[in-house]
Nanobody
Framework: QVQLVESGGGLVQAGGSLRLSCAAS????????IGWYRQAPGNQRELVAQ???????NYADSVKGRFTISRDGAKNTVYLQMTNLKPEDTTVYYC???????????????WGQGTQVTVSS
């Protein structure tokens, strides 16, 4: 069993910064892709930022230059540093990871419970 636990959400004024963390625990052999999605009410869940096992990153156009994703392999943790936050960044952020639990085993998609980010104008 694998768990993703997010932290770091909260309330911040426009222009401020927050750092989200997501720690993976449990039966983990390899974390392939890991990243962050967000979903506003009535909208589809969208990719915010993702980092691969090789360290390549991918960002939504709306956050490029403002958000930075990084990972600590030793801690099985991914971070999302968010700067110059805007009111439109307000929503729930979800951690997502593609994880293998054993050598030669299958790769499965896991989600965290979500953390609320609220940016006031």
């Amino acid at each position: 069993q694998v768990q993703l636990v997010e932290s770091g959400g909260g309330l911040v004024q426009a222009g401020g910064s927050l750092r989200l963390s997501c720690a993976a625990s449990g039966s983990i052999f390899m974390i392939k892709n890991i990243g962050w999605y967000r979903q506003a009410p009535g909208n589809q869940r969208e990719l915010v930022a993702q980092i691969t096992g090789g360290g390549s990153t991918n960002y939504a156009d709306s956050v490029k230059g403002r958000f930075t994703i990084s990972r600590d392999g030793a801690k099985n943790t991914v971070y999302l540093q968010m700067t110059n936050l805007k009111p439109e960044d307000t929503t729930v952020y979800y951690c997502n990871a593609l994880i293998s639990s054993s050598l030669g085993g299958g790769t499965y998609d896991y989600w965290g419970q979500g953390t609320q980010v609220t940016v006031s104008s």
